[in-house]
Nanobody, 121 residues
Framework: QVLLVESGGGLVQAGGALRLSCTGS????????WGWFRQVPGKEREFVAA????????YYGEFVKGRFIVSGGNHQNTVYLQMNNLTPEDTAVYFC??????????????WGRGTQVTVSS
């Protein structure tokens, strides 16, 4: 059984930074791609970043605008999301996800339970 567990969320002031981690268990994760998503109550889940494939390749949601960096994965069981220059609009529950194959902005097979990120103004 594949399990994903996020950590690193918390409360930070606007302009600050947080580093989220996601650790997987139950598989070797060889050939997997990883994604980060976020969700605010009452809104749809939003794609944040993905990593995987040769390189590995990385992709980001349009709103990221160079502020976030996704790393890790690459046949390892841990992936990270470094978030810089945070704004109150980044407040959300952040989820980690994994899928076998190439990184995408959707269509993931496994999901973590999420970690809350709150950015105060």
């Amino acid at each position: 059984q594949v399990l994903l567990v996020e950590s690193g969320g918390g409360l930070v002031q606007a302009g600050g930074a947080l580093r989220l981690s996601c650790t997987g268990s139950g598989d070797t994760f060889s050939g997997y791609a990883w994604g980060w998503f976020r969700q605010v109550p009452g809104k749809e889940r939003e794609f944040v970043a993905a990593i995987g494939g040769t390189g590995p390749r990385t992709y980001y949601g349009e709103f990221v605008k160079g502020r976030f960096i996704v790393s890790g994965g690459n046949h390892q069981n841990t992936v990270y999301l470094q978030m810089n220059n945070l704004t109150p609009e980044d407040t959300a529950v952040y989820f980690c996800a994994a899928r076998f194959g190439l990184p995408k902005s959707s269509d993931y097979d496994y999901w973590g339970r999420g970690t809350q990120v709150t950015v105060s103004s």
